[in-house]
Structures are given as C-alpha cells and as structure tokens.
C-alpha cells in the first residue's frame, strides 16, 4: 500500500521570506500523480501545485514551487516570499495515475506566516 | 458558487443515532469521492463513485456506513448507530473524466461531532 509521510507537525516563517514543507512517499508503481493541498482554517482544500512521476522538471505555480527526487520518493514544497494568506495546514497527497484512483494524503504541516 | 456543497456544515447527534450526510458535486462531474478527516490527521479515503456506480470503498467503510448516489448527481451517506469514535470531518469530493489530470475538488466538509 502507499503512503506518505509529512514529518514535519507545525512550521514558521517570516512574512516575505522562503520555507520548504517536506514530504516523503512510498509506492511500488512507477507512474503517479503527487500533489500539495492547502486547507485554510474555513477547511476547504484547494490544490496547490501537482507533480506528473514522468516529467523530470519540477513544478511551479507562481510563488509555489516542488522539488521531486523519484529515487529518493521526496516531494517537498517551496513557498518564497511567504504572505499571511499562506497560513494554512498543507497536505502532500499521492495518487495513482489510473484515472479516478484514491488520493492518500500525509498527516499535514501546519503553517505559520509572522508578520 | 457552482463548487462542491455539503450539507449540512455541522452536525451534533447521541451515540447510537443515524445520520445521513449530503454531497452535491460540481455539475458535469461524473466521479464523486469521500474521505474522513479526523483532527490533526489528512483525509482518509472512504468510497467513490463513477456516475451512480459505487467502484470501491475502504476497509474504513464499516457495515455501519452506506453511500449511494442514486442517479448519478447529488451523493449521501449514511452511518447508522453513530459511535464516539466516528467524531470527524467528512470531505466529499468530486472529479470530471478527461479533465487534464483528474483533479479532485472539495467540499467544505460535515463536522460530525458524536455525544
């Protein structure tokens, strides 16, 4: 079975400054979605950035950024010039590429912006 | 707002009633998902549909819980003689075939708090 691990409970960062969320996976397929999800404190998810297993490239969305390691089944998610609004619990969540499969998700990472 | 809904946002019941719980997904979504978010951890998969079929459930899904999405649109589900330990959040989920990778999109979710 999969599974995905998020190790780190709570994080901190300084308004306008950069924080990485890590994430961990494990999974015997080779082809695979990875996603990070933000749910702020209303609780509706919305999707962040999302990571095809195939491409090579990294990701990025605007100030969102992941840096992928396949070999090492690591997912991490870099936020730069971090605002308020990023306040939020992140769930990294990994699905199997054949349509309409279950996502499984880590514990999460709650994260703090200070002003 | 055309986005996944639920209802109701909250809800207060005694160990050993029935609840039922509604999800309307976004229209033209034919694949409809539910998860359970229990405090401080990620969504856990429940069960999905594709239109009205029910294709898989989790061993989460006791016999005490039973989804149905009767014509392919709105989805309920129920669980019958609530215990303590059912205390959670209760996502939904929805997701359009062919769409660009499938994304699920949420719903605010049901708190089910369980006396």
């Known amino acids: 079975a999969q599974t995905v691990t998020q190790s780190q409970p709570e994080m901190s960062v300084q308004e306008a400054e950069t924080v990485t969320l890590s994430c961990t996976y494990d999974t015997s397929e080779s082809d695979y979605y990875l996603f990070w999800y933000k749910q702020p404190p209303s609780r509706q998810m919305i999707l962040v950035i999302r990571q095809e297993a195939y491409k090579q490239q990294n990701a990025t969305e605007n100030r969102f950024s992941v840096n992928f390691q396949k070999a090492a089944k690591s997912f991490s998610l870099k936020i730069s010039d971090s605002q308020l609004g990023d306040a939020a619990m992140y769930f990294c969540?990994?699905?199997?590429?054949?349509?309409?499969?279950?996502?499984?998700f880590g514990a999460g990472t709650i994260l703090r912006v200070k002003s | 707002d055309t986005g996944v809904s639920q209802d109701p946002r909250h809800k207060i019941t005694k160990r050993g009633q029935n609840v039922t719980f509604r999800c309307d997904p976004i229209s033209e979504h034919n694949r409809l998902y539910w998860y359970r978010q229990t405090l401080g951890q990620g969504p856990e998969f429940l069960t999905y549909?594709?239109?009205?079929?029910?294709?898989?459930k989790s061993r989460l899904l006791s016999d005490r819980f039973s989804a149905e999405r009767p014509k392919g649109s709105f989805s309920t589900l129920e669980i019958q003689r609530t215990e303590q330990g059912d205390s959670a959040m209760y996502l939904c989920?929805?997701?359009?075939?062919?769409?660009?990778?499938?994304?699920?999109?949420f719903g605010p979710g049901t708190r089910l708090t369980v006396l």
């Open positions: 969540a990994y699905r199997r590429r054949e349509y309409g499969n279950k996502l499984v």
């Open positions: 989920a929805s997701s359009r075939r062919g769409s660009s990778y499938n994304e699920q999109f």
């Open positions: 549909f594709q239109n009205e079929a029910q294709l898989e």
